[in-house]
């Protein structure tokens, strides 16, 4: 099992940037694909990045492609997202996810636990 507490959210004008962090307890993080996906108000869970457990596959939805990056540091059990280029339509509450012994999945379902979410606002 795992648990998976994320940071970095906040208020940022449109333009900016914002580094999201997802840290992860246990010691076999290097197991565990792992998922950003935000939801708005109002709005369905969107998939925004994912990577793989070795950190050699990233994939992305289309609305963040170019602007996000997502990376790991398995030595410290990190997952993170950069933020680049923030627009008022990615202000959301973004969550990380892990898939123990999965791939980078677009797809909630895939993943068996979640963080309790960061804030993200973006001012236009």
């Known amino acids: 099992q795992v648990q998976l507490v994320e940071s970095g959210g906040g208020l940022v004008q449109a333009g900016g940037s914002l580094r999201l962090s997802c840290a992860a307890s246990?010691?076999?993080?290097?197991?565990?694909?792992m998922g950003w996906f935000r939801q708005a108000p109002g709005k369905e869970r969107e998939f925004v990045a994912a990577?793989?457990?070795?950190?050699?596959?990233?994939y992305y939805g289309d609305s963040v492609k170019g602007r996000f990056t997502v990376s790991r540091d398995n030595t410290k059990n990190i997952v993170y997202l950069q933020m680049n280029s923030l627009k008022a339509e990615d202000t959301a509450v973004y969550y990380c996810?892990?898939?123990?012994?999965?791939?980078?999945?677009?797809?909630?379902?895939?993943?068996?636990?979640w963080g309790q979410g960061t804030q993200v606002t973006v001012s236009s």
């Open positions: 996810a892990a898939a123990l012994f999965g791939s980078a999945s677009p797809t909630a379902a895939a993943y068996k636990y």
């Open positions: 246990g010691r076999t993080f290097s197991n565990y694909a």
């Open positions: 990577i793989s457990p070795s950190g050699g596959i990233t």
